[in-house]
């Protein structure tokens, strides 16, 4: 007696964050990255890859348009990639966000995702300014927002690419003039095409890990 395969289903992926990844579902990006990855991988018939970064956004502003944005969508995986304007923004318009409320929000956007049965990837901010001694300005603030996160992954069972951590170590052997910006982003922020495949490496290995 013959037996038909069912057809397999599409891992719906969605990537949750600012302007870093609004530009990152661009030509060059980390999402299309990742997505030509599969596709040399043979798998990208079981891969549906959507973006969800609005500029400027900081954790509450996911927070408002989860329902929308990302609920609506019902992926399988979302990997969230938030922080950099939390802290940025204190400096720059005099806002951002305090660690408390920062904890908060994240934790909300978790147990809304993990209600759902969604499996939740945290990704920690990478960098404000490239010099690798800490004398980046807001360097403390986005250490300890950065260990808010990890604390989140592990307290909640998520998966977690620490991108501070990462961008850090390869910054070490990657920018030896202590530059910046100019190595793995255009403007100390915002990812470059180095920036952008350091972080579609990362996120492919940790989507495909069993």
Known sequence: MATSLAPQKTTRVLFFG???????????????RI??????????????????????NKVYDLYLRMEEDVLSKNPDVVFIFVGVNDVWHK????????????????TAIINKLLDKHIRVILCTPAVIGEKTDFTNQQDGDLNSYSQIVRNLAQKWHCGLVDLREIFHN??????????????????????????????????????LAK
């Open 35 to 56: 997505g030509e990855a599969l596709t040399q991988k043979g798998l990208s018939s079981q891969y549906e890859l959507l973006g969800a970064g609005v500029g400027g």
């Open 91 to 106: 400096v720059s318009f005099g806002t951002g966000t305090d660690p408390d409320k920062f904890d908060k929000f994240y």
């Open 170 to 207: 390869y910054l070490l052997r990657g920018n030896p003039a202590n530059s910046s910006r100019g190595v793995l982003t255009q403007d100390g922020v915002h990812l470059n095409d180095k920036g952008n495949q350091l972080v579609a490496d990362k996120m492919l290995e940790t989507l």
């Open 18 to 32: 600012d302007s870093i990844t609004e530009a990152g579902v661009k030509p060059g990006g980390y999402v299309t």
